[in-house]
């Protein structure tokens, strides 16, 4: 079984992915899997990005569906998978524009990330299938809280999860 875990760059799925597996849990961290596994398509100097072929990546990672076991994929693009759930981490826009700056984000990339961020782009995408979805802010939250959260929904305990409780259109006029 896999649980995807998505995002816009920059919400936390890293950190999450990495106290996941601190916590012995397996966790597929598609930027390494895509790059091991020789799924990389052409790079988009536009956009600074590499195509990635989200069949073929669906398709690498099949034997992982089928196993009893629970598999955590981490990625912005988890969502597109085969999986049993796909949980969104969120962040606020402010929080997340920061984060990026420091990664080295330029201006306009930061802010099509935090656009995306505000309308929802990732959770719309995930809603649009029939898989359960759930959403995180990971704004003020430690990764080890949001893995405690994880983990209470690979549990079954989802209501606090369901998506509709962030909503950070109050700060539109801002980044648009």
């Known amino acids: 079984m896999i649980i995807a875990i998505t995002g816009t760059p920059g919400t936390g799925k890293t950190e999450l992915g990495k106290e996941l597996a ?3 849990m ?26 990635v072929e989200t069949e073929e990546l669906d398709a690498a990672l099949e034997e992982f569906s089928v196993l009893p076991e629970t598999y955590y994929a981490e990625g912005h693009l988890s969502h597109f998978l085969t999986c049993s759930a796909v949980i969104v981490i969120r962040c606020d826009p402010d929080v997340l524009a920061a984060r990026l700056a420091e990664r080295g984000y330029g201006e306009e990339k930061v802010k099509e990330n935090v656009q995306a961020e505000i ?18 802010d990971s704004t003020s939250r430690t990764s080890g809280e949001l893995a405690d959260s994880v983990l209470e929904i690979s549990d079954g305990k989802v209501e606090p999860y369901l998506p509709g409780k962030t909503d950070w259109t109050g700060g539109m006029e801002r980044w648009f």
């Open 119 to 136: 309308l929802d782009v990732i959770l719309c995408e995930a809603d649009s299938s029939d898989i359960p979805v759930y959403e995180l």
């Open 22 to 24: 601190l916590r012995k």
């Open 26 to 51: 397996n966790v597929i961290f598609l930027s390494d899997f895509i790059r091991e596994n020789g799924l990389l398509g052409e790079y988009d100097g536009e956009m600074g990005t590499y195509d």
